[in-house]
């Protein structure tokens, strides 16, 4: 039942023409990388600080997908992220 649910929602259909990318979609991921950074050198609360910088810069350029291929960006930026976050929970208790 899980997997015709999945593989409904996989094979939904692109949308006919979606907007494209533009300048705005850069500023984003710039925005983003910038907040990235000045986070992991202004906040004392970064666990693993090298490898939370590295995901959250990697996880922004993803974003500039979300407009062609909205499902592959989401499970790109999200499935690490969550792993990341449950190898922490692993790690600290």
Do not use: K, Y
């Not at 015709?4 to 984003?28: C, F, G, I, Q, T």
């Not at 979300?66 to 190898?87: E, H, K, M």
């Amino acid at each position: 039942m899980v997997r015709n649910a999945v593989h409904a929602l996989w094979s939904e259909p692109r949308a006919s023409r979606p907007p494209e990318r533009d300048w705005r979609d850069w500023v984003l991921v710039g925005g983003l990388v910038l907040a990235a950074l000045l986070e992991s050198g202004f906040s004392d609360q970064v666990v693993w600080r090298p490898v939370a910088v590295t995901v959250a810069v990697l996880m922004a350029f993803p974003l500039l997908w979300r407009r062609s291929r909205p499902l592959t960006a989401v499970l790109v930026v999200f499935g690490p992220l969550i792993l990341l976050q449950l190898v922490t929970l692993v790690h600290q208790t």
